[in-house]
């Protein structure tokens, strides 16, 4: 990532940020002259600023109140510049750890539950996980209103109605010092789909943040409004995050692949991923986490219909993705978790995965069946047979399934957890009777 601190005036603004339960980037902005002590010390926090709603307002039922204080402590490898309008500076945007006073990690700071995740999956066992998110999205008018429609799905003249905002995102995400791969556009109308290279989980995840901080300023540069909002009509076509990931061992060699054994899958891999698997309704809560999210995520709509492992099947909670051959194929193999979206928070969306893939670890669970075809054309005792289990319909139920999981809540904490879901019911609450198209309404506003 980038990391040429050095390169803003001392006129120019730092922002120093993190990303909240709701996957929303807030922080503090001061002098680039002052960075060299934010980096040592960081700059004031309040530990209820966690319990902030996707709409702005504060779950009041949150553990923490009006007490207590924090520190954000800059970390110079997760930063990008964000263009000021018109010929104004730049501000540069750096994710930050939420400390304790005494520059302790404070239990409840999402982006060091994934740390501490990742280093129990390294510890234990060995492994590195890899990471990319695919990002969708929907440009927008700067209103909120629908663009008219640039070409049909997928087709040249869509990517080109838009240009020279795709040529300008590629270089930008170039210029981050993040590994661009694709761009394209969507089924949807103006739909985009942006992704990057595979890193370290963590630096994926701030990533993943931090391009849509990169897409949503550039569209405001062409007078636009960039939502990835997982819905931003009830009759749309739904805005996914889907997260590739694969292990590695300490040598760096990857450890997903054998193609002796069922979908090539490895017995370590197999055990990773029945460990998603095993905690699939939990899971939801933290990467499907909004009331919208059970709009997009139902059977038939290429989103995430059961949770099953299936081979190259994009129904399918967690996807084997295909591979072209050659002597990289060990690299190139990968799965994809497809229920995820952009109102949850990638840190949580990571660290759910390598935390119900380490106790798949950890227990030595046996590879789940590997689905090849349509589980929704067989019978119920075929599906059972296959390990084929439905997903949580609604927020309400995923919700439900993480407070009973022992062993996630166990890794969130008390605070935590008692603040994710006093967000979560604010959001059920103010939602609860509206209509769908409503809600796609707020959403897109949010996102």
Same mark, same amino acid.
């Given at each position: ?11 120019? =603004? ?25 980096? +040592? ?16 307002? =504060? ?54 539950? %994934?740390?501490?995740?990742? +280093? ?38 869509? =990517? ?63 007078? $636009? ?8 009509? +009830? ?41 998603? =698997? ?30 099953? %492992? ?36 990638? $840190? ?29 054309? $067989? ?51 103010? %939602? ?16």
């Amino acid at each position: 990532m980038n990391t040429d601190t050095a390169a803003a005036s001392n006129d120019d =603004l730092v922002l120093v940020a993190t990303a909240d339960l709701v996957g929303h980037v807030r922080g503090r902005a001061f002098g680039a002259s002052q960075l060299a002590d934010r980096l +040592a010390h960081g700059i004031g926090w309040v530990p209820a600023d966690l319990a902030l709603t996707a709409f702005g307002d =504060l779950a009041a039922s949150n553990p923490f109140g009006a007490l207590g204080d924090l520190r954000l402590r800059p970390d110079p490898a997760a930063s990008v510049h964000l263009r000021g309008a018109g010929n104004g500076p730049s501000v540069q945007l750096i994710l930050a750890d939420m400390l304790n006073l005494d520059l302790t990690p404070w239990s409840s700071c999402p982006r060091d539950l %994934l740390r501490r995740a990742l +280093a129990a999956l390294k510890n234990e066992f060995g492994l590195t996980m890899i990471a990319t998110f695919e990002h969708e999205f929907t440009l927008l008018n700067a209103d909120g209103s629908a663009r008219p429609i640039g070409g049909a799905p997928f087709s040249a003249a869509a =990517l080109l109605s838009v240009e020279p905002f795709g040529s300008r995102l590629y270089a930008a995400i170039k210029g981050a010092g993040f590994e661009p791969d694709t761009w394209l556009a969507e089924f949807g109308p103006n739909q985009f789909e942006i992704t990057l290279g595979p890193c370290d989980a963590l630096a994926a995840a701030d990533r993943a943040l931090l391009l849509r901080e990169l897409v949503r300023n550039l569209a405001k540069q062409f007078e $636009w409004r960039a939502s990835f909002s997982p819905l931003v009509s +009830a009759r749309g076509i739904g805005n996914g995050v889907h997260v590739h990931f694969s292990l590695r061992d300490e040598d760096g060699t990857p450890v997903l692949y054998d193609p002796s054994q069922s979908g090539a899958i490895s017995a370590v891999g197999g055990s990773f991923a029945a460990g998603v =698997l095993a905690h699939a309704s939990a899971v939801c809560a933290l990467t499907a986490p909004s009331v919208i999210s059970y709009l997009r995520m139902r059977p038939h709509t290429w989103s995430a219909g059961n949770a099953f %492992l299936g081979l190259r099947n994009r129904e399918a909670l967690l996807r084997i993705c295909p591979t072209v051959g050659g002597d990289d194929v060990g690299r190139q193999f990968n799965l994809e978790f497809r229920a995820a979206d952009a109102t949850a928070n990638p $840190w949580l969306v990571t660290a759910a995965l390598a935390i119900t893939g380490l106790d798949g670890l950890r227990r030595n669970l046996a590879a789940p069946p590997v689905v090849d075809g349509d589980p929704d054309r $067989w019978t119920q005792e075929e599906r059972q047979v296959a390990g084929v289990a439905p997903l949580p319909s609604s927020l309400d139920e995923s919700l439900a399934a993480l407070t009973n999981d022992e062993m996630i809540c166990g890794w969130l904490g008390n605070d935590l957890l008692a603040t994710f879901l006093a967000v979560k019911e604010h959001e059920l609450a103010g %939602l609860r009777d509206a209509s769908a198209e409503t809600i796609c309404e707020q959403y897109a506003g949010a996102y």
